[in-house]
């Protein structure tokens, strides 16, 4: 498409319902904010040129609404007086003279990019208004879309509607495609005599058709058009971005045996073959190569899972775990910001944290990095093909080399070179038949009594 689009995004709402300290758009759906979702399907649709209508907490939304890609002008609104109103806030920059205007609204996050195209086509095939639209078994609240003859003659809200036109599942989503150089003479011709007393956006439908053009309507799924207005209907967003992410991953290859119970985040890398058991829960950041396990009950953050390596279950990687091809990460486990090596294992109740891991090492139960010092964090730098008996503490800063043993039980505190055998307990001593001597008095003690 050839034909220059300016997307108008309104974001200028209260959000009383949400009963929140900050603006609706700025709730994340997936870890992202609401308004980023809206953006990110603008910029997919072919948009770069974007006028975002602000209102509470302008500074924040239109931060969180610049994403990659997108040029983005904050234009704020001071009143709210209706959508016909807000589009208008953006009027110098459709003065620029686009050949389209798409309107969108940062509480309808999981628009996809092809209702936004489907309803710019409709616009360079002559359509002066081309509306998304979506129908519902629930339309209550809704504008209705009223067709004849296939051309949509008019958008009434529920408050002005008639019962006839009440019973209409055809809605109006909110979002629509209007001629970019007709724009401004409509939104002009916008009145406020309606029961809310608003500028109302849809009346561009009549407006035009009143001038001799055409307004057309496009169907979109409603689970696309879902709006935000409080926290019930932001769980319904999110379970539905959810239902779309794992359908979109296990297409692309991704095995999951019970998906309801896996979460997402925005930027959830999977690979193909890999395997991913009932309830885990993928924070920001990570990327699992293909191949690779997640065993159940594992939460994984701002880690990197290599092909061919296997997590929990129940392990928690922290940002900036990283684990090599064919490194185990077992039940109980933690691991922050640490490298483990090809083939390493680290199964049981463990916690590695600023510490690099050599291949093929092995990490016993119960190993501690002991990396903090209630002040500063020190590393920890095993090498490869080493042993790390049970129940060891290993005070960072501190060195073992390639090869080195260390024994059960150790308290670490010095470096160990290569292939060295390492003991940090005490020494075990042993008394023959003392054991029998102090059951036998404490029996005799008992039977006293
Ligand atoms: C609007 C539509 C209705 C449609 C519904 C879909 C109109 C007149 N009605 O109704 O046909 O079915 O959306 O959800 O357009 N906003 C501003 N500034 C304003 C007014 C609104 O930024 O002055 C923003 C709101 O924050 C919101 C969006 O525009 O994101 C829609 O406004 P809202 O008041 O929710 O419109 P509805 O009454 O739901
Ligand atoms: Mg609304």
Redesign the pocket.
Known sequence: MNRTCLAVV????DSTRMKSSMSKVLHPVGGRPMIAHVMASIAASGVSDVAL?L?RDAEKVEKAASIEGLAVEGVL?TE???????VLMAKEAIARGYDEILVA????PLITAAPLKAAREALAGGADVAVIGFHTDNPT???RLLVEDGELIA?R?EKDATDAERAVTW????LMAIDGKKALDLLSRIGNQNAKG?Y???DLVEIARSLGGKAVAVDAPESELT?C?NRAELAVIERLWQERRRHELMVSGVTMIAPETVFLSHDTVIGQDALIEPNVVFGPGVTVEGGAVIHAFSHLEGAHVAAGANVGPFARLRPGANLAEGAKVGNFCEVKKAEIGRGAKVNHLTYIGDAVVGAETNIGAGTITCNYDGVNKHETHIGAGAFIGSNSSLVAPVKIGDGALIASGSVITEDVPADALAFGRARQEMKPGRAAVIRERNLAIKAGK
């Open positions: 309104l974001a200028a709402g209508v209102g609104q709210r007086l209706g959508t016909g109103h807000a609204y940062g509480d309808v609240g809704y504008g958008i809200e809605c109006n989503s909110g608003e109302y956006l849809t709006g207005n």
